[in-house]
């Protein structure tokens, strides 16, 4: 059975880059969407819309609101874990041994 290959330091630095990008986006797309569902709320209370209606619609927000903290520790992981990556690739006298200009 052949043995996988190492994946290349610099290959590493993007996905992890692109993770910690992806994940600071998705957890800004959480709080904008909380924002526009407590605005939308609060206009159906305004409104004197069906009550069942106002429930549901304060459940899809409660949702929401608990994918924030789950989005934002997910965020924080990738960030440590791109920083521990960085760390663990710089020289002694500081420089990275990863060639930027390559990708």
Sequence with gaps: MPRPKAIDPERQLVIKTRSVERLAKEANYYKEETKEN???????????????????????????????????????????????????HENHDGSSELNSEEW
């Design 38 to 88: 407590q605005d939308k709320l609060q206009k159906m209370k305004d409104e004197n819309k069906d009550h069942y209606d106002i429930k549901k619609f304060a459940e899809v927000l409660e949702e929401s609101e608990m994918m924030i903290p789950d989005s934002e520790n997910r965020l924080k992981k990738a960030v440590n874990d791109l920083a521990q990556f960085l760390e663990g």
